[in-house]
C-alpha cells in the first residue's frame, strides 16, 4: 500500500490511496482531531479504527498514516503525530511538513495510543518514560541477543498498577512488567532534577518525549 504526497496540516485534503491490490481511490482522512468537540475520536484512536480504510476492490482494511494535529484541553493535549515512517526524517530535522510548536510530538500510531492513554490517566508522561528506561536496562541484561529490538509500552493503570508490555526479550512473546504507582510518585518528585542530567534528559526534552531517541548497550 501507498499513500499520497498530500500532506498539509489543517486542511481537510482527500488522500490517494494504493491498495496492495493496486486498486487506486480516495480517502479523506482529517488533518486534525479536536478532542473538546469529538471526545468519540479518543476511544476510535485508541481501539486502533482511526484512520482505517477499506479497499473498495478487494475491500481489505488498511491503515495509512498521515501527520494530524491532536488538541484537548481537558486532557491537556498538544500533541502533533508523525507517521512511522517519518521517524528518521525527523531525527535528521529534513521533515517534508511543517509540525508547528506542539507540547509533544509522537511518532507512529502505538506512540499515539500509548501517549493518549497516559493523558487521559492524568499522569505525566515523562515519568512514564523514565519507568520504561529502567525496564528498558533490565531488559537489555536480560537477553543474549546483542541486536535484540526491545520496545516497552505503558499499556493501562489498574487501582495502583502501572501496566507495561516489553517486546523483544523473547521471539514472539511479549513479557508484561507490573509497576506499582508508588514508584511512579517517587520518580515524579524527582523529575525536575532528571530533566538536567545524563541520560534523562537526552529523552525527557520536549517535543519528543520518548525513550526511543536512547541507545542503551550490554
Not at 471526545?39 to 481501539?47: G, K, R
Not at 498538544?78 to 517534508?96: A, N
Not at 500510531?109 to 533490565?138: G, T, W
Not at 520518580?187 to 526511543?212: A, E, G, H, N, W
Request: hydrophobic letters at 35%.
Amino acid at each position: 500500500m501507498t499513500i499520497g504526497p498530500e500532506r498539509k496540516q489543517g486542511e481537510q485534503e482527500v488522500k490517494k490511496i494504493t491498495c496492495y491490490c493496486e486498486e487506486k481511490f480516495d480517502a479523506d482522512i482529517p488533518d486534525e482531531v479536536n478532542f473538546d468537540t469529538h471526545p468519540e475520536l479518543m476511544a476510535s484512536i485508541i481501539n486502533g479504527d482511526f484512520m482505517s480504510v477499506t479497499c473498495p476492490k478487494c475491500n481489505k482494511v488498511l491503515k495509512p498514516e498521515y501527520p494530524l494535529k491532536l488538541t484537548g484541553t481537558s486532557e491537556g493535549i498538544d500533541f502533533f503525530f508523525i507517521p512511522e515512517l517519518d521517524r528518521s526524517t525527523y531525527s535528521f530535522g529534513k521533515l517534508d511538513y511543517e509540525t508547528g510548536s506542539p507540547a509533544r510530538i509522537v511518532i507512529g500510531f502505538r506512540e499515539l495510543v500509548e501517549k493518549l492513554k497516559i493523558y487521559k490517566e492524568k499522569m505525566d508522561d515523562r515519568c512514564i518514560e523514565v519507568i520504561k528506561y529502567y525496564l528498558l536496562q533490565k531488559a537489555v541484561d536480560s537477553v543474549n541477543n546483542e541486536e535484540a529490538d526491545i520496545d516497552i509500552y505503558f499499556m493501562e493503570k489498574k487501582g495502583d498498577t502501572l501496566i507495561f508490555h516489553i517486546e523483544g526479550i523473547k521471539q514472539d512473546a511479549i513479557a508484561v512488567s507490573q509497576i506499582q504507582y508508588e514508584m511512579y510518585d517517587k520518580v515524579m518528585k524527582d523529575i525536575d532534577k532528571k530533566m538536567r542530567t545524563d541520560p534523562f534528559q537526552t529523552f525527557l526534552t520536549p517535543p519528543y518525549v520518548s525513550i526511543k531517541r536512547v541507545y542503551i548497550e550490554k
